[in-house]
């Protein structure tokens, strides 16, 4: 994710890193191109003059441009609902946290055994959504929980099974009150929703039929569009190409990219920093001093 202050109106010009840009640089060049040639033919396709008017590109222009912001929203309500979804991470592990430390009475390898499975369950989840992480997750398991199949198939969800087991083993030998065990289950379904809302967000992309009539229409309007600009505006067709190619290009690269949150774009969720979070909050809650610092942003890049 991007983290840097708003520059200045004339510096917004020259920023790359974070801009969709570089993503559309070549079909920009392609229109733009196109757009060229045209204005030197003056419009002539293998000697044949062709003949368009401004009126037929502002209708469907005006569609196109309301379909991308369909779309643009869509995908932008996804990367918002995963945002949501780590937060309730965040704070149900949290709560969780507390619940144990204050409300259960340590049995078998203490508090830690619990806590750092909570933690395991935040790289866990990020290790499914990525593909990458596993290791980091691993360091806060027990052998016993990394040795169980399950672990294999489901990380996070078999890390949620392991605590809840704990968490009956210590209700059934008095160690905590039924009520309080209750409420800590509560807070173990929630994390299953986050994980089940996660899964939902990566498996299930916008329909490909949608995405590929934008593409389509997005491609051949800027493509036609010099013939329809350059009987009247002349040689300004490449300025005014360039400018509609970059907005609605951009608008689909974009919605392109904050489609899947969950990746390792400039613009995706920073997964590593989110975990980061839960690492340094429940180990802090632990009495640990040496904790590790939270990521920081390279080249303006959070991850």
């Known amino acids: 994710m991007i983290i840097r202050e708003r520059p200045s109106a004339w510096h917004l010009f020259f920023i790359l890193r974070g801009s969709i840009l570089p993503r559309i640089g070549g079909q920009l060049i392609t229109t733009v191109g196109i757009a060229v040639a045209v204005t030197m033919l003056h419009g002539q396709l293998f000697d044949t003059k062709v003949t368009l008017t401004p009126i037929p590109f ?11 912001g369909f779309r643009n929203n869509a995908c932008y309500d996804r990367w918002w609902e995963a945002r949501r979804l780590w937060g309730e991470l965040i704070i149900r592990s949290r709560s969780l ?9 340590p049995g078998e390898g203490g508090h830690a055994r619990q806590i750092h499975r909570l933690i ?9 959504l990525r593909g990458s992480g596993e290791e980091r997750a691993a360091a806060f398991l027990p052998d016993d929980d990394l040795a169980a199949p399950a672990h294999r198939v489901n990380a996070p969800d078999h890390v949620l099974r392991r605590f809840s087991a704990e968490l ?7 160690r905590v009150q039924p009520l309080m065990a209750a409420e800590m289950e509560q807070s173990l379904t929630a994390l299953a ?9 990566r498996t299930t992309p916008l329909p490909f039929a949608y995405t ?3 593409h389509r229409t997005a491609y051949l309007y800027c493509l036609m569009l010099p013939f329809g600009l350059v009987d009247t505006i002349g040689f300004a067709t490449p300025v005014v190409v360039g400018l509609v190619s970059y907005t609605f290009f951009g ?5 392109d990219e904050i489609e899947e949150p969950f990746g390792i774009l400039p613009n995706d969720l920073p997964l590593d ?4 979070r839960v690492e340094i909050d429940l180990r802090a809650a632990l009495g640990e001093t040496e904790l590790p610092a939270m990521p920081e942003a390279v080249d303006f890049c959070l991850m």
């Open 251 to 255: 608008l689909d690269a974009l919605g």
């Open 273 to 276: 920093s989110l975990c980061r």
């Open 58 to 68: 502002s209708l469907i222009g005006l569609a196109l441009a309301i379909f991308l």
């Open 168 to 174: 009956a083993k210590a209700a059934a030998e008095g």
């Open 97 to 105: 946290a507390r619940l144990w430390l204050n409300h259960v009475q």
């Open 120 to 128: 395991a369950y935040a790289y866990a989840m990020k290790q499914v």
């Open 212 to 214: 590929l009539m934008l």
């Open 193 to 201: 929703g986050v994980q089940s809302g996660c899964e939902r967000i």
